[in-house]
């Protein structure tokens, strides 16, 4: 990015080498009605320290489970722990600095300028009735600058187009300084160049201890950025692991209804997802389906 954080600010709060907090789902069962669920007994340990990228087509499940994860919906059946507590039986105050979380589209206050919105995940480390100091102040500006928006502070955020209003959001998420954070498509409304700043944004913070979870819908990005890639179809894990071992072609036939050619990238090592011309069409009906 063009900005940088100053040297002596650091967007997690804990030393290196301080252990990663353990998030687990267990045998977890989601929905939004309990006659329909979306997310079918589930297991998933998530590798503390890492960045991990859930993947899938439409209707698969990965917005649900990130939002159970993030305890934002009760979990029908199953359980997800935080260092083995259950995670319903943490105090707000307390999961809210363990746990930061970028949901879709999220919604800014009227009128709110961008810094004023960056200082708001600074509330769950200030105590009651204190204000902002001046360590706050410098966790907002160095989460800003991380996000290259800190030329927007000033500006409302009705004012901001799609892109940089997602660059505020996650100077907000930051700004919070959690251990681990949650992200449901971060990448959206972003130009490609955004896309691959916001996730080299991400990969500083696991560098720097925090552990990501993130959902992606674009299949080589996720693949270039991800420690950990879990497939999702159909509200199941159907793969999880290295991006080199998960991408297969029979995988992405599997859970995206597309046949494809995985190409290894000469630069990274990684896989690239190349669709086949014949299975474009083919892709939109199976996600119709999927989502009837």
């Given amino acids: 990015m063009t900005a940088t954080a100053p040297a002596s600010v650091t967007l997690s709060p804990d030393a290196p080498g301080a252990a990663a907090p353990a998030l687990r789902a267990e045998n977890l069962t989601l929905g939004y009605t309990k006659v329909r669920p979306v997310v079918h007994g589930v297991d998933l340990a998530v590798r503390p320290g890492a960045l991990t990228v859930l993947v899938g087509a439409n209707a698969s499940g990965k917005s649900t489970l990130l939002r159970g994860l ?68 410098a966790v907002v500006a160095a989460s800003l600058a991380a996000t290259d928006a800190a030329s927007l502070t000033e500006r409302r955020m009705d004012e ?75 509200g199941r894990i159907v793969a999880q692991g290295a991006a080199s071992e998960v991408l297969t072609e029979a995988t992405v036939r599997d859970a995206f209804g597309i046949d494809a050619r995985i190409l290894t990238d000469p630069d990274t090592g990684r896989p690239v997802v190349l669709p086949r011309a014949s299975s474009l069409g083919s892709s939109a009906v199976v996600s119709q389906e999927r989502m009837q």
Avoid: K
């Fill in 160 to 234: 901001l187009s799609g892109g940089q209003r997602q660059r505020v959001w996650i100077a907000m998420a930051l700004a919070q300084q959690p251990r681990i954070l949650l992200l449901d498509e971060p990448t959206s409304a972003l130009d490609v160049a955004h896309q691959v700043e916001v996730l080299d944004v991400l990969r500083a913070e696991v560098d720097r201890g925090t552990t990501v979870v993130v959902v992606l819908h674009d299949l080589t990005l996720a693949a270039r950025y991800a420690d950990e890639l879990v497939v999702l179809c159909d």
């Fill in 70 to 137: 993030a305890r934002l919906l009760p979990a029908h059946a199953g359980r997800i722990t935080l260092d083995g507590n259950p995670i319903e039986r943490i105090a707000a105050r307390q999961l809210a600095r363990m746990i930061g979380v970028l949901p879709q589209n999220p919604i800014a206050p009227e009128g709110i300028t961008a810094g004023e919105l960056v200082a708001r995940g600074r509330y769950p480390h200030q105590p009651i009735f204190r204000g902002r100091s001046s360590d706050d102040d």
